[in-house]
């Protein structure tokens, strides 16, 4: 049981250049989000997916694109990266039902230059 | 809006020194309150869930607890391997859609020294 895998760890961009973060859970949770994590920021949610084809936007959704086409997978997708980007994120799952408790991935350092 | 505020922002604590982290939030009807942990470069993991005031949870040297307008984690005794950085979450009752978006504090960097 992996769990929620995140992929790739480390990527550099440049300005302009478009790129997805990949995220796969295998616990069949119908919930999945992105978050980014900026030092004295804290977790700030980009998007979220209630279930395969529905996604909504979280509190700094500009600049991120997602799409749900199954259970198991939510890609995060760039469009055009700006440094203002560079961040770490971080892909999260629950069931929606039972205890509401977050499952993360190990995180995705993104630089853009 | 959900508000939660942690603090302070970091604690250093010698070995064997107890203390508490605070939490404080506002929410429009509480349905759950959540601790994690989270190690330098990885993700949050999960520790405690408290749903009503008076709730209290152990783990190892943690304990959590819970009033109507904040929540502390006690370490008793810690070890150096309790050096993370300690995640506050809430959940209101009332999202609409089902969604129950949690909204996170900043967090608590505790470093234990030997």
């Known amino acids: 049981n992996a769990g929620v895998t995140q992929t790739p760890k480390f990527q550099v961009l440049k300005t302009g250049q478009s790129m997805t973060l990949q995220c796969a859970q295998d616990?069949?949770?119908?919930?999945m989000s992105w978050y980014r994590q900026d030092p004295g920021m804290g977790l700030r949610l980009i998007h979220y997916?209630?279930?395969?084809?529905?996604?909504d936007q979280g509190e700094v959704p500009n600049g991120y694109n997602v799409s749900r086409s199954t259970t198991e997978d939510f890609p995060l997708r760039l469009l055009s990266a700006a440094p203002s980007q560079t961040s770490v994120y971080f892909c999260?799952?629950?069931?929606?039902?039972?205890?509401?408790?977050?499952?993360f991935g190990a995180g995705s350092r993104l630089t853009v230059l | 809006e959900d508000q939660v505020t942690q603090s302070p922002e970091a604690l250093r604590l010698q070995e064997g020194e107890s203390s508490s982290l605070n939490c404080s939030y506002t929410v429009s009807g509480l349905r759950g309150l959540f601790w994690y942990r989270q190690d330098p470069g990885k993700g949050p993991e999960f520790l405690f869930t408290l749903y009503s005031a008076g709730e209290e949870k152990e783990k190892e040297r943690l304990k959590a607890t819970l009033t109507k307008k904040e929540s502390f984690l006690h370490i008793t005794a810690p070890k150096p391997e309790d050096s993370a950085t300690y995640l506050c979450a809430v959940q209101a009752s009332d999202a609409s859609g089902g969604s129950y978006i949690p909204t996170f504090g900043r967090g608590t960097s505790l470093i234990v020294h030997p």
């Open positions: 997916s209630v279930g395969a084809g529905i996604t």
């Open positions: 616990m069949n949770h119908e919930y």
């Open positions: 999260a799952s629950r069931s929606s039902s039972g205890a509401n408790v977050l499952t």
